[in-house]
């Protein structure tokens, strides 16, 4: 048995309406003594619009969604059987390392809408020192996904930005898993295919409307659509695929990209992002990169290496990247086993070429 090659689907429960949160006492009363792990800012914007009152003991993750921060937090709170993660990624999957550890449950309740970690049994998890680590695959996915709107609207625009790249992906990397595949893949993967494309017809129709949404704080169908999309269907396309719906090349440029200190401001779905324009150059597809520039300039992606922060040294770094991206164990190699460092520097030069002729 093998958590990596099983289907994950995702949460037990997703819970996604304005005062979404208000319902976390009732879906809590199964337990005896939850705790919450969240951060500084996200545990503010979680009380700014939650009602009751907070009587959970509270810990605070390190930054750094580690194995040894995850393991530090359970070791204070060796009784806990929930755990109630609130916040982004990061601190969600801090907290799945710690109810994983505990053997809790794990409730998720986000504080911005940036990927798909509410929802999932999977982390991306990192070193102390913030470069990456795995991807973790846990015994269990969430016991109920708690998707405020009123909290979503708090999304800073930059992370909402990251999500809608970090969402993209899911179309662009199971597009190139499954490539020339389409017509042998089992009913499961048919379905994360087509789910994947729904994700990407709706980012490419509404993701513009509901980042002016978020700026008018008006949860509007094109503003909840989005959030669904980034958090739910995105999950799904993993939890139905498997290995097929999960990561391919743009992961592993942005696991390349986190070696570079520079990069660490540069938010993973941002980076993700720019991977995919990597991957799509490295499949010789330089006309779907020209098709979505206009999106990503509207939007706000990346889509070349000064964006991602990559300013001095550039040759010397893109070998760097291209050198992790081109690792057998990383998951490029699952688009051309055949892969090596030179493709992809020559995928990196490609689309900071495409992005000149953009200008």
């Not at 359970?74 to 982004?88: F, K, R």
């Not at 990927?115 to 015994?139: E, L, M, Q, S």
């Not at 389409?182 to 993967?189: D, G, I, K, S, Y």
Request: glycine share 8%.
């Amino acid at each position: 048995m093998n958590l990596m090659q099983e289907l994950r689907p995702g949460a037990n429960r997703y819970i996604s309406e304005a005062g979404a949160a208000q319902n976390l006492p009732a879906i809590l009363a199964p337990f005896k003594q939850p705790i919450v792990v969240t951060g500084t800012k996200s545990f503010a914007a979680f009380k700014a619009h939650y009602a009751d009152t907070i009587t959970w003991p509270i810990f605070h993750y390190d930054g750094s969604a580690s194995d040894e921060n995850g393991a530090a937090i359970a070791a204070q709170a060796p009784t806990a059987d929930a755990v109630i993660g609130i916040g982004g990624g990061r601190v969600l999957d801090t907290a799945k390392v710690v109810a994983e550890v505990l053997g809790a449950a794990f409730i998720s309740v986000p504080t911005l809408a940036s990927n798909c970690a509410p929802f999932t049994p999977i982390g991306a998890i990192y070193h102390p020192d913030h470069t990456f680590k795995r991807v973790a695959y846990f015994t269990q996915a969430p016991y109920a996904t708690v998707v405020d709107w009123d909290i979503m609207l708090t999304t800073p625009q930059a992370y909402f930005v990251a999500g809608i790249g970090d969402t993209l992906a899911k179309w662009y990397e199971m597009e190139g898993l499954t490539r020339g595949r389409e017509n042998q893949l089992p009913a499961f993967t048919r379905l994360s295919r087509a789910t994947a494309k729904v994700i990407l017809e709706t980012l490419q129709s509404e993701a513009k409307d509901a980042l002016d949404a978020l700026a008018a704080g008006d949860a509007t169908p094109a503003f909840t659509d989005t959030v669904d999309t980034i958090i739910g269907l995105a999950g799904d396309v993993g939890g139905f695929g498997g290995a097929d719906g999960r990561q391919a090349g743009a992961h592993a440029i942005h696991n390349g990209l986190s070696y570079l200190p520079e990069t660490h401001d540069v938010l993973h779905g941002s980076k993700v992002a720019y991977g995919i324009l990597v991957q799509l150059a490295y499949t010789g597809d330089a006309d779907e990169i020209r098709q979505l520039q206009p999106f990503y300039a509207t939007i706000g992606l990346p889509n070349n290496l000064t964006a991602v922060n990559m300013t001095e040294d550039v040759a010397a770094k893109a070998k760097t990247v291209a050198a992790w991206a081109a690792k057998p164990e990383e998951s490029f190699s699952l688009i051309d086993p055949a892969i090596t460092p030179a493709k992809v520097e020559a995928a990196m030069q490609l689309v900071e070429k495409l992005a000149a002729e953009a200008k």
